[in-house]
């Protein structure tokens, strides 16, 4: 077992570090700014995800989008070494949160568990989430917090733990093209963004195949998108794909 699959079964997430290359983080970025800028304008006092942060759907178009975001190999056999080669990928989104955000309850990000008749049933890994930084996630501008270990844990004895001290949250710093992957069922949280410019943390969840649940919003794929993609790359895909203009 590779280090970085090692530490994320173990602690709940691991850092690749330099694992995208810069340039593309930094299009993706400039690509992205003048969107993130025109929502903030509309929505910048209607906040979707707690004081001062907001959630915006990712585009599909380069440069926001290049198949190397999704199908790095390096975290693709890891996300696949985690659960299995049949995984495809489901959401992709930006999470922002502004200057005076707040810190977050602890959470994990699924919505309820898979079996609702037994909510603390240990089971393997069906979902992975992996993020990138648009900006450098420095502890001025709010990264995201997690308590190592508590995705083996139930959300009762995680909580106890880390109220107690037993386990202390790790704050996860990144520079640009640094990759985290992290169980979306370790207890985290966000913590305030204390910098004029919005911490933009962009995030792909990989799921097995079989897993649903609709969570987030989606931007289509437009078709010219798509049509680019290798039969491998688009079995990976499951969002919908607009259709081509007539």
């Keep these: 077992m590779i280090p970085a699959a090692a530490e994320l079964e173990g602690k709940g997430f691991c850092v690749l570090r330099a694992q995208f290359p810069a340039p593309l983080v930094e299009a993706c970025r400039a690509a992205f700014?003048?969107?993130?800028?025109a929502y903030l304008v509309k929505h910048a006092?209607?906040?979707?995800?707690?004081?001062?942060?907001?959630?915006l759907p990712m585009p599909f178009e380069s440069p926001c989008f290049?198949?190397?975001?999704?199908?790095?190999?390096?975290?693709?056999?890891?996300?696949?070494?985690?659960?299995?080669?049949r995984i495809v990928a489901d959401q992709w989104g930006c999470d922002v949160p502004l200057r005076g955000?707040?810190?977050?309850?602890?959470?994990?990000?699924?919505?309820?568990?898979?079996?609702?008749?037994?909510?603390d049933l240990s089971l393997p890994c069906y979902m992975l989430a992996v993020s990138f930084g648009l900006v450098r996630i420095t502890k001025d501008n709010g990264p995201i917090e997690i308590a190592p270990g508590?995705?083996?844990?139930?959300?009762?004895?995680?909580?106890?733990?880390?109220k107690s001290g037993e386990i202390e949250m790790r704050q996860v710093p990144l520079e640009i093209g640094d990759v985290l992957?992290?169980?979306p069922w370790a207890l985290h949280r966000g913590?305030?963004?204390q910098a004029d410019t919005p911490r933009a943390l962009v995030t792909i969840r990989y799921v097995r195949h079989w897993y649903t649940d609709g969570s987030r919003e989606?931007?289509?794929?437009?078709?010219?998108?798509?049509?680019?993609?290798?039969?491998?790359?688009?079995?990976?895909?499951?969002f919908s794909v607009a259709t081509a203009a007539a």
């Design 33 to 37: 700014w003048p969107i993130l800028d």
């Design 45 to 55: 006092r209607e906040p979707n995800r707690g004081p001062g942060r907001h959630f």
């Design 66 to 85: 290049v198949p190397e975001f999704f199908f790095n190999p390096v975290v693709l056999s890891i996300v696949q070494g985690a659960m299995d080669e």
């Design 101 to 119: 955000s707040e810190y977050q309850e602890l959470h994990v990000d699924y919505q309820r568990p898979l079996f609702t008749e037994a909510p």
């Design 150 to 162: 508590t995705h083996r844990m139930t959300r009762e004895q995680a909580a106890r733990a880390v």
């Design 181 to 183: 992957i992290r169980h």
């Design 191 to 193: 913590t305030p963004n």
């Design 218 to 238: 989606a931007k289509p794929i437009p078709a010219k998108v798509w049509d680019s993609l290798t039969p491998e790359q688009r079995r990976l895909m499951r």
